[in-house]
């Protein structure tokens, strides 16, 4: 089996696994309790806390842990919302092109009367800063932009767009869960002043995230309850997760320079190998794009079948297709950086981690061709 989904989530690290695996038995504290085990557990999830914190040049009071990237993202977002209508700031702003668990936060508050503009996104996957400035006001309450998109990996300007909020006095979330890990995240250099991250993306365990929360940016929690996280998360903390998730982000900092450049060689020598085949194109910027990320389109190829016969010969990817209510809904990103909607129904994703090879990369380039052959063949009986 050749695994190229690492978008959609990656495998957990042996190295990680083995350090979460005391916190589910032996050191099974709770890290409120005042006793000896809930004391070593507080202190693990206070040293994850500081590696984190390492990871993004931030303060460890400025990490908070979550569920996940939606948790953040939803967090972020209408808690800053909340804060900004106190003031009479009900204007947000994002870009046409991020993942759901922004614009479907977005979408309820504007049911709760928000104001929403959405930027577009230009044909290289990339949205400018320009256009960003003029869409400030005095009421908006909020900008989020994601680092990196999901689908097409490409790579937004965010230290640029977050001068401009700070210029404006406006503060800036950033969906990061497809980056951390993989670009260099800073949040001083970013301008950033709330920062998503979830572990599973980058070989650490699943339901378990971070929010960066910039010390006095001052939103209030979204889960009431318990005290736990300085008063602004609710919940018994995820330790093991929670320790797996700082392992996982350490790791792949420590390693990120020589996975990149391992990473860019193959994602290149894949787009390469794959525009050999006629009717095709590469979706997004070929250069300001995510290391591992590939996106494909095929004319005349419907993306499910597609992906069924890459399933059959061992070839886990993704289409840019989601199954919304029983009809196909062609993806939202590709449909806004200006794909035709066969083109974004005959889509492809193949996103590599470093546990990929280059073996695997020639294998997948030996099996495309036949299999776009093959459905283009099935669609045209
Ligand atoms: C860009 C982006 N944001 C948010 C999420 C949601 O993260 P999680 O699965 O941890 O809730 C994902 C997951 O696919 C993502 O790719």
């Not at 569920?67 to 900004?84: L, P, T, Y």
């Not at 982000?249 to 085949?277: F, P, S, V, Y």
């Not at 389109?297 to 993306?303: D, I, L």
Request: hydrophobic share 40%; charged share 20%; aromatic share 4%.
């Amino acid at each position: 089996m050749i695994y190229a989904d690492n978008a959609a989530t990656t495998p957990v690290s042996d190295s990680v696994l083995q350090a979460m695996l005391p916190y589910f038995s032996k050191e099974f504290g709770n890290p409120s309790s005042l006793y000896a085990s809930g004391r070593r557990a507080k202190r693990a999830l206070e040293s994850a806390r500081e590696t984190v914190a390492d990871c993004l040049d931030a303060r460890p009071d400025e990490i908070f842990f979550t569920s996940g990237g939606s948790e953040s993202d939803n967090w972020a977002i209408k808690m800053s919302a909340k804060k900004g209508k106190e003031t009479g700031k009900t204007h947000l702003i994002t870009s046409e092109f991020e993942h759901h668990a922004v614009l479907h936060s977005l979408r309820s508050l504007e049911s709760g009367g928000f104001t929403v503009s959405a930027l577009s996104v230009h044909e290289d996957g990339i949205i400018r800063p320009e256009e960003l400035k003029a869409a400030l006001r005095p009421e908006t309450a909020l900008v989020t932009v994601m680092t990196a998109n999901n689908e097409i990996g490409t790579i937004q300007p965010i230290s640029e767009i977050g001068a401009l909020c700070r210029g404006a006095g406006i503060p800036l979330h950033t969906d990061a869960v497809q980056a951390a890990g993989i670009l260099p995240l800073d949040v001083k250099a970013m301008n950033v002043d709330f920062l998503s991250l979830s572990a599973h993306k980058f070989h650490g365990p699943k339901g378990v995230g971070a929010l960066y929360i910039r010390k006095g940016a001052g939103i209030s929690g979204l889960m009431d309850g318990g005290a736990q996280e300085r008063g602004l998360r609710a919940g018994t903390e995820n330790v093991a997760g929670i320790v797996g998730l700082a392992v996982a982000l350490k790791e792949a900092c420590e390693n990120r320079k020589a996975c990149a450049d391992r990473l860019t060689a193959m994602r290149d020598r894949l787009i390469q190998g794959a525009l050999k085949i006629p009717g095709t194109r590469l979706n997004g910027d070929p250069v300001k794009r995510l290391p591992g990320n590939v996106n494909l389109s095929f004319e005349q190829v419907e993306g499910e079948a597609l992906l069924l016969l890459l399933d059959q010969n061992g070839i886990c990817a993704s289409a840019g297709s989601a199954c919304t209510a029983g009809s196909l809904e062609p993806s939202h990103v590709l449909r806004a950086i200006g794909l035709s909607e066969p083109l974004a129904h005959g889509s492809l994703r193949l996103t590599l981690s470093c546990q990929n090879t280059e073996a695997e990369v020639d294998e997948i380039l030996q099996i495309l061709p036949d299999v776009i052959m093959r459905v283009r063949s099935l669609s045209s009986q």
